[in-house]
């Protein structure tokens, strides 16, 4: 199963270019959050934008050093044209990385994909917001339909993406613990490994809530910290290793 999900990535560009010769309409977009059905209700296919260049010389001339690996590989593999059969992109300002990636992707990189639109997102989980948010999602959609010149009829939730399953820079962080909880009761989890990427200040900044919030159970948690690209790969391997063996799993 694994292999298979491995292909996909492997042949993601593939795709793209096999939509183009069809004439489908692809717009790229950042972040979970974005709102894909109204893509889909626009006949635009929705193509999630992932690093996977080895190296990133381009991208690196405009973040700084400590910026997350994850995004320069995004923006390195904009900037090698792999992205360019997108009508545009969908960018969610969820953190101060993809701001950045947004800030340049729009100054650079929107002859290439016109329709760049930058969708801002509430940091908590809060009936309240609904409201507010599902007036940011109509001027989204009014954009898009100005751009595609067409009416989409089909509505988004607001709530869909609002009062989901967050992520970490959604606050209140109790019901991110309570969703893993539920989780880990339901799959009878023995242990959960936490892996972030470097220089993520969101998921590194939640880990010490997350970890009390688990320890409640009982349930050890190692926090593994890598670059996008799985440097180091075999100190990973060996911390893993070392932990399954501590919670007694079986290790191929």
Same mark, same amino acid.
């Given at each position: 199963?694994?292999?298979?999900?491995?292909?996909?990535?492997?042949?993601?560009?593939?795709?793209?270019?096999?939509?183009?010769?069809?004439?489908?309409?692809?717009?790229?977009?950042?972040?979970? #959050?974005?709102?894909?059905?109204?893509?889909?209700?626009?006949?635009?296919?929705?193509?999630?934008?992932?690093?996977?260049?080895?190296?990133?010389?381009?991208?690196?001339?405009?973040? #700084?050093?400590?910026?997350?690996?994850?995004?320069?590989?995004?923006?390195?593999?904009?900037?090698?044209?792999? #992205?360019?059969?997108?009508?545009?992109?969908?960018?969610?300002?969820?953190?101060?990385?993809?701001?950045?990636?947004?800030?340049?992707?729009?100054?650079?990189?929107?002859?290439?994909?016109?329709?760049?639109?930058?969708?801002?997102?509430?940091?908590?989980?809060?009936?309240?917001?609904?409201?507010?948010?599902?007036?940011?999602?109509?001027?989204?959609?009014?954009?898009?339909?100005?751009?595609?010149?067409?009416?989409?009829?089909?509505?988004?939730?607001?709530?869909?993406?609002?009062?989901?399953?967050?992520?970490?820079?959604?606050?209140?962080?109790?019901?991110?613990?309570?969703?893993?909880?539920?989780?880990?009761?339901?799959?009878?989890?023995?242990?959960?490994?936490?892996?972030?990427?470097?220089?993520?200040?969101?998921?590194?900044?939640? #880990?010490?809530?997350?970890?009390?919030?688990?320890?409640?159970?009982?349930?050890?948690?190692?926090?593994?910290?890598?670059?996008?690209?799985?440097?180091?790969?075999?100190?990973?391997?060996?911390?893993?290793?070392?932990?399954?063996?501590?919670?007694?799993?079986?290790?191929?």
């Amino acid at each position: 199963m694994i292999e298979v999900f491995r292909e996909k990535f492997r042949k993601r560009h593939q795709l793209l270019q096999d939509l183009k010769a069809k004439n489908r309409k692809t717009m790229g977009w950042v972040c979970t #959050y974005a709102p894909e059905e109204i893509l889909y209700a626009a006949g635009v296919v929705p193509i999630r934008i992932l690093g996977g260049a080895t190296e990133t010389p381009m991208a690196d001339a405009y973040f #700084y050093s400590n910026s997350c690996s994850f995004i320069r590989n995004c923006l390195e593999e904009g900037f090698q044209g792999k #992205y360019d059969p997108l009508e545009g992109v969908v960018i969610c300002q969820t953190c101060d990385h993809i701001r950045r990636f947004s800030d340049i992707w729009n100054r650079y990189l929107k002859e290439r994909t016109p329709f760049t639109y930058a969708l801002n997102i509430p940091c908590k989980m809060d009936l309240d917001l609904v409201s507010d948010y599902q007036r940011t999602l109509e001027q989204f959609k009014a954009s898009l339909e100005e751009f595609l010149g067409k009416e989409i009829t089909e509505e988004a939730l607001a709530k869909r993406y609002l009062l989901r399953p967050p992520c970490p820079r959604m606050s209140p962080q109790e019901v991110r613990i309570a969703h893993l909880k539920q989780m880990i009761e339901e799959f009878h989890v023995e242990g959960v490994i936490y892996e972030t990427i470097k220089f993520c200040d969101l998921h590194a900044g939640v #880990y010490p809530v997350i970890k009390d919030g688990l320890a409640e159970l009982g349930v050890p948690v190692l926090k593994l910290e890598r670059e996008h690209l799985l440097a180091g790969s075999g100190q990973l391997s060996t911390r893993t290793q070392a932990f399954l063996e501590s919670i007694g799993a079986e290790v191929a």
